[in-house]
C-alpha cells in the first residue's frame, strides 16, 4: 500500500479538510456527534449496606472527541501495556492494581511499583478528557429515603444532563451521543435500560429530550475508554469521603471536571457543575 495514503477515519473531518474541487470530495457530515462517553462506577450502589471505609457511590463520565481518543488516547494505553506486560491482552483495573493481583502482581519492590503508578497517573494527566461525576453520599441518603432508592439511578440523571449541557456548549446536542458502560448482569442491565430511556425521554430536571444511545459493552472488551473509566472513579470517591487525606490522583483529575466559565477556569468553579454530591453537602446549597 502507498504510505501516502490514509484511511480517513471520520466523515466530517476528513471532508472538511479537502479542497472543493478534490476527487470525492463530499459535504456530507457525520450523522453523530464528534464525542465518545464511557461510563464506570466504584462502589456498591446499595442502600441496605453502607461500608463505613468507604460510604459512598461513585458514577464517572469520561467524555472523549473521538479523533483524540483513537489517534492519541488508544495508543498511549496499548503502548503502557507492551513495556509493562510484553503485550496488551490486560485490563486496567483499578482495584486488581491497588491490590496488586491478577496481572499487576508483577512488581519487585515499591520503587517499580512506583514508577508504574507514576507513568499511568502520567498518562492520565496529559490525557485530555473532559470528567462528570456523581457521588452519592449512601450515609445521608439513606437518612433521607428508605433503602428502595437507587443511588445508580440518582447518579444516572445527575451526570447524564452535565453531559447534555456540555454538548449544548458545543453546539453538539441535538445529534446522537453514544454512553458505553459495562455490562453488570441481565436484570442490572435491563434496569438501568428502562431508567436510561425514561432520562432520555424528558424525565429530567431540564425537561429536555435527550439524543442518547446507551452502549453496553462486554466486560472482556478492550476498552480504552471503559478503563480510564475504571481508573478515575474511586480516587473521586475518595476525595469526597476523605477530603483532608492526600490524593495526589484527584489533584489530576480535578482539572479534568466540566466546569463554569470553560477551558480557562479548569480546575476551578467544578463543584456542582461536572462534579455532583448528593445529597448536597450544607456548604454546596443556597443560602
Not at 472523549?64 to 485490563?91: C, M, W
Not at 503508578?117 to 502520567?122: A, D, K, R, S
Not at 478528557?129 to 433503602?147: E, M, Y
Not at 435491563?190 to 436510561?196: P, V
Amino acid at each position: 500500500m502507498d504510505d501516502d495514503i490514509q484511511l480517513p477515519l471520520f466523515v466530517q473531518q476528513d471532508t472538511e479538510n479537502r479542497k472543493p474541487n478534490q476527487a470525492g470530495a463530499s459535504n456530507k457530515s457525520s450523522a453523530f456527534s464528534p464525542y465518545i462517553v464511557y461510563v464506570d462506577e466504584s462502589g456498591d450502589h446499595s442502600l441496605r449496606s453502607v461500608d463505613e471505609n468507604y460510604p459512598v457511590f461513585v458514577l464517572a463520565f469520561c467524555i472523549f472527541h473521538k479523533r483524540y481518543y483513537s489517534e492519541t488516547i488508544v495508543p498511549a494505553l496499548e503502548k503502557f501495556k507492551f513495556n509493562h506486560f510484553g503485550h496488551d491482552q490486560v485490563v486496567l483495573h483499578e482495584n486488581e492494581i491497588r491490590r496488586e493481583t491478577g496481572a499487576f502482581n508483577i512488581f519487585s519492590d515499591r520503587y517499580e511499583r512506583t514508577e508504574f503508578l507514576n507513568e499511568l497517573t502520567n498518562i492520565i494527566d496529559k490525557s485530555n478528557f473532559i470528567l462528570i461525576s456523581c457521588t452519592i453520599d449512601k450515609v445521608s441518603l439513606r437518612r433521607q429515603l428508605d433503602t428502595d432508592a437507587n443511588p445508580y439511578h440518582i447518579a444516572l440523571g445527575l451526570c447524564m444532563e452535565s453531559l447534555y449541557a456540555f454538548l449544548q456548549e458545543k453546539n453538539q446536542h441535538t445529534k446522537p451521543t453514544h454512553i458505553v458502560v459495562e455490562c453488570r448482569g441481565k436484570k442490572e442491565d435491563r434496569d438501568l435500560e428502562l431508567e436510561f430511556r425514561r432520562i432520555c425521554d424528558g424525565n429530567n430536571r431540564l425537561n429536555h429530550i435527550l439524543p442518547f444511545d446507551l452502549i453496553f459493552s462486554d466486560k472482556r472488551a478492550m476498552s480504552s475508554g471503559l478503563q480510564l473509566a475504571d481508573l478515575v472513579a474511586r480516587p473521586i470517591g475518595m476525595h469526597v469521603s476523605r477530603p483532608d487525606q492526600e490524593n495526589r490522583a484527584f489533584e489530576v483529575l480535578k482539572r479534568k471536571f466540566y466546569c463554569a466559565g470553560g477551558r480557562e477556569n479548569l480546575g476551578v468553579d467544578y463543584e456542582g457543575v461536572g462534579m455532583h454530591i448528593y445529597p448536597r453537602p450544607e456548604s454546596e446549597k443556597p443560602r
